[in-house]
């Protein structure tokens, strides 16, 4: 299998780079992507940048690019309840910053998973949490700027999440999206923790894809 890893930071990625047999590295449109082994995967690992404008533009040019099989973004989030230091995979994913209520708009609906990837998940990972994921492009420090979005099952709030998970689905990708509670929607809590939540996230993207 051919899977992509995708960050949007160097933080959360920079770690799978030695993680990779043979690796090689290429340049496209402006892209890095390091190319190796693991196991009997072939792996491909870039960074997006941050904000879904970053995230979108990222995932089509890999998937353009490259015939990948699956796409994993990992990551750090902020979570209005989750516990810090959890590890959350996104049943199902929304934009919380998408308000277009006079027109019936597509891009609001949301986007679900393979669900034989989080049946498969749920079978040979342990300790994970599984919800909704709310993309927006803020760091959000209240709940007041989610815009009134239903919480029910929300386990994490990122700035990517869904700008990949549109773009997959709009190439017929599959695609998980992996992310690791830095925060309670607290930017100094985030700052502070964002290298060992990260570390969790990758190291869950790497034992998915060693069980495959």
Do not use: W
């Amino acid at each position: 299998m051919f899977i992509a890893i995708v960050g949007a930071m160097d933080t959360e990625i920079s770690r799978a780079y030695d993680s990779l047999k043979n690796p090689v590295v290429e340049e496209y449109q402006g892209f890095k992507y390091i190319i190796g082994e693991r196991g009997k995967h072939k792996i491909v690992v870039t960074k997006s940048g941050i904000g879904k404008v970053n995230m979108a533009i990222a995932t089509t040019n890999l998937i353009n690019h490259y015939d990948i099989d699956l796409i994993i973004n990992t990551g750090i989030a902020g979570s209005v309840n989750t516990k810090i230091n959890s590890i959350c995979i996104a049943t199902k994913l929304m934009y919380h910053d998408m308000i277009i209520d006079s027109f019936d708009v597509h891009l609001k609906d949301p986007i679900y998973p393979n669900e034989k990837l989080i049946s498969h998940a749920k079978a040979n990972l342990k300790d994970i949490t599984y919800g909704t994921f709310l993309t927006g492009d803020q760091f959000v420090t209240s709940i007041d700027m989610l815009h009134g979005a239903d919480l029910n099952n929300v386990v994490s709030v990122d700035m990517e999440s869904m700008a990949l998970a549109t773009a997959a689905k709009r190439f017929n990708k599959d695609f998980l999206i992996i992310r690791s509670i830095s925060d309670n929607l607290d930017l100094s809590k985030a700052n502070k923790n964002e290298f060992t939540v990260a570390e969790k996230s990758l190291t869950c993207a790497f034992n998915f894809i060693d069980s495959l």
